[in-house]
């Protein structure tokens, strides 16, 4: 295991990159050379088959080269922010990156990298929650702020790396937001840890969610956090869960190592904790006068009303999720339908695009009064899929295929 460690940070280190880069140049010429090989040997060639697997051979090395240079320099910068932060913040040992500098000058410089390659995210904060979270500008500027204001070290210095409290009405994008942190801070939803506090009411949650100083591991969160050091946790449907909870979060908020020093192995120094509740209910899309005028204002009372005033006051931010427009709809929607395409073309291979009517229906159907938008993933992404798999099986659809999906006859059709 340390073996394997030490290769990954070495591969994350900028001589690691080097390596990376110097080995893509190696192959790079092995392929041109055979590339040109065949073209050659195909020109020469009175078989035309020979000359189209030359030319064929050409054009696949091209279009290799440039998609496997940008998913290079894409790795590479990723590796290189994670190794950076764990260097500077001493958790790992580097390997020598330069035998001319002492660890310390390796260090002042590591950090002015760091700053360098933070400052441009920043830059670009707005940008990256837009295109996962739609429809919530006010939110996303709140978040926005927030999260600049935390790298600049400007606000609170005490508590978890930071907090949030999501509140708004069911289904219009507090799930997606957590998963948007969880990917800008650590690259990928997958570090999203999330608990439906909805099932922890009875008097004995506390113990079943923590845990107790004598059977830690008793605890369903102590079991799901042991082996991390990074994450995300998301306690959705906060609003339900039973007093005790919400008055250890309160002292975690203050104190991250409380339950450490309670003899309960979990620490949330480096956490990233959100509070997510529903409020309401987003019908302002099909009835304007189903919500209050001032949304915001019946948002913040009800938030008092459910949490005390030293809980709100410990989160770092409580960020407001307004019920979503029908341009916002239609945008969470294309934005979701981007995403499966994307997912489909790394596990699938095949290219799919979406054309207006497909579009309009999954927006139609995928949306509903009371829930929102959540029936877009079971409705809509499940029966794409769905018929995705038909078509694989059937065999009129293969890997590299390239489908455009509309809406036809109250059902959504295939052109391969």
């Keep these: 295991m340390n073996i394997l460690k030490t290769f990954r940070v070495s591969m994350a ?57 940008k ?13 950076l932060k764990d260097f500077v913040s001493g958790q790992i040992v580097a390997p020598s990156v330069n035998s001319l500098l002492s660890d310390n000058e390796v260090r002042a410089r590591s950090i002015a990298a760091l700053r360098l390659l933070e400052d441009e995210k920043l830059r670009d ?68 840890i999330k608990f439906d506090m909805a099932k922890f009411v009875r008097g004995d949650s506390a113990i079943r969610f923590f845990g107790s100083p004598d059977n830690p591991s008793d605890g369903v969160l102590a079991r799901a956090l042991s082996s991390k050091q990074r994450y995300v946790l998301l306690c959705d449907n906060f609003d339900m869960t039973h007093p005790d909870i919400k008055n250890m979060f309160l002292k975690i908020l203050e104190d991250p190592d409380f339950l450490r020093k309670s003899k309960i192995p979990v620490s949330f120094t480096n956490a990233i904790l959100i509070f997510s509740f529903n409020i309401l209910s987003p019908q302002s899309i099909v009835s304007p006068n189903a919500l209050p005028a001032d949304f915001e204002k019946a948002i ?16 770092s931010l409580c960020s407001i999720f307004h019920p979503l427009s029908q341009d916002g709809v239609t945008s969470a929607v294309s934005c979701n339908l981007s995403r499966l395409s994307r ?33 877009l993933k079971d409705a809509v992404s499940a029966k ?20 455009k999906v509309g809406y036809s006859d109250n059902d959504f059709v295939f052109y391969v």
């Design 13 to 69: 280190s900028p001589r690691g990159v080097l390596a990376r880069q110097m080995s893509f140049r190696i192959l790079k010429s092995i392929g041109f050379g055979v590339s040109l090989g065949l073209v050659v040997a195909g020109f020469l060639s009175d078989l035309i088959v020979m000359k189209i697997i030359g030319i064929l051979t050409l054009t696949g090395f091209i279009g290799g080269f440039f998609y496997y240079r």
């Design 71 to 83: 998913r290079l320099i894409e790795k590479s910068e990723a590796d290189y922010r994670v190794f």
């Design 125 to 192: 904060i707005e940008s990256f929650f837009t295109e996962r979270v739609p429809g919530q500008q006010a939110a996303i500027a709140q978040i926005s702020k927030a999260l600049r204001e935390k790298a600049k070290n400007i606000g609170k210095s005490t508590g978890p790396f930071f907090s949030f409290m999501f509140a708004g009405p069911v289904g219009v994008g507090k799930l997606e937001a957590a998963g948007a942190v969880s990917e800008y801070y650590f690259g990928s939803d997958e570090f999203l």
């Design 300 to 315: 913040v009372s009800r938030t008092k009303a459910l949490f005390s005033p030293e809980f709100v006051s410990a989160v």
């Design 343 to 375: 997912v489909l073309s790394e596990t699938q291979g095949i290219n799919v695009s979406f054309d207006s009517s497909a579009v309009t229906a999954a927006a139609k159907i995928g949306y509903d009064s009371a829930f929102g938008l959540r029936p």
């Design 384 to 403: 794409i899929r769905n018929k995705i798999a038909d078509g694989f099986v059937e065999g009129s659809i293969k890997k590299g295929s390239k489908l």
